[in-house]
């Protein structure tokens, strides 16, 4: 199932989508489930799953649904249509991301380097490229702003697929933006927090997708799609089949003698980088496209 989280009438509620498109309140429902982390914990406690959690709180209760469509939330939400704001999928204290985990990304990195040996070390060793990417207070909604660095002259986006975990595990996905400086991460590989973490440096959305509805996660589309002044600048698509590492190899390596709070969500590396003489610019609005997940859309600002 895909599951939404948004502010409707002054107050944050979980949304699930049905198999027509049309969206259930589940907080409406049941005002103790307050967030995804609220169902994904008692899910846990009773020893099921989100999916047949929400079965049962549908079974139980057939009002409220389906007021709206998930496709009128999400083409109201940048305009407060319904008066909806949408907020992450999921409440993560920690977002990580692995990086180099597609061949494309190993050597655009070497290209923009001045010590290039690194990224092909990486991608070649056991141990993958594990690194802190955002406290939840720098993370942005769907139709949020995306921040570039004032004092870095060439900005990427990076599009990857998200997965979402509780008590160490993955119980989801989403799609999410590794917003990047590549004039940084060029300059010194030292410069890696610096080149990712900053105001607004990451973005999840639109849902948590469970594993049910997702099916294999190594077999996804990517697309990425910039546009400015209402013009595509940029088109590119990568699929997670191209991961050297898959998903379970990656929660594997990341929670060894690491303690991941419940809700850690986790980029997955992009496999899609822009040219090097394209680096955006303040009002470009980037789309993000993965298979069974939906559209992440945010705007770009500079911070
Ligand atoms: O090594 C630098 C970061 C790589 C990254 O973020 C990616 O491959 O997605
Ligand atoms: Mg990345």
Redesign the pocket.
């Known amino acids: 199932m895909r599951y939404y989280q948004y502010i409707q009438s002054g107050l944050k509620r979980v949304g699930v989508e049905d198999e027509s498109g049309g969206l259930t309140d589940l907080t409406a429902l049941d005002p103790r489930i307050g967030s995804t982390l609220d169902l994904l914990n008692v899910a846990f406690i009773t020893n099921t799953d989100i999916d047949s959690l929400t079965r049962a709180v549908l079974s139980n209760n057939k009002s409220g649904t389906g007021k709206i469509t998930v496709e009128e939330l999400l083409a109201g939400a940048p305009i407060g249509k319904h008066g909806v704001t949408l907020l992450p999928p999921v409440d993560a204290p920690e977002v990580w991301?692995?990086?180099v985990t597609y061949m494309d990304?190993m050597r655009e990195r070497q290209a923009e380097s001045g010590s290039p040996d690194v990224y092909a070390k990486v991608y070649d060793a056991d141990r993958p490229e594990a690194f802190f990417k955002s406290t939840f207070e720098r993370l942005q909604p769907p139709f949020g702003e995306v921040g570039i660095r004032g004092d870095s002259d060439w900005n990427v986006p990076?599009p990857?697929l998200v997965f979402v975990t509780h008590a160490g595990k993955i119980i989801g996905y989403t799609a999410g933006n590794?917003m990047?400086s590549r004039t940084i991460e060029g300059e010194n590989p030292l410069y890696l927090p610096q080149a990712k973490v900053y105001d607004k440096s990451a973005a999840l959305g639109p849902a948590l997708v469970t594993p049910e509805t997702v099916g294999d996660p190594q077999r996804l589309r990517v697309e990425l799609i910039i546009v400015r002044d209402g013009k595509q600048v940029f088109v590119g698509k990568a699929n997670t089949s191209e991961m050297k590492r898959d998903c379970s190899y990656l929660i594997n390596w990341l929670v060894r003698h690491n303690s991941i709070p419940d809700g850690t969500a986790v980029?997955t590396?992009?496999g899609t980088i822009p040219p090097p003489e394209f680096t955006l610019a303040a009002g470009d609005v980037i789309h993000i496209t993965i298979d069974k997940i939906g559209r992440l859309t945010n705007t770009v600002v500079v911070v």
């Open positions: 991301a692995f990086g990304s990076e990857e590794d990047s980029m590396g992009t």
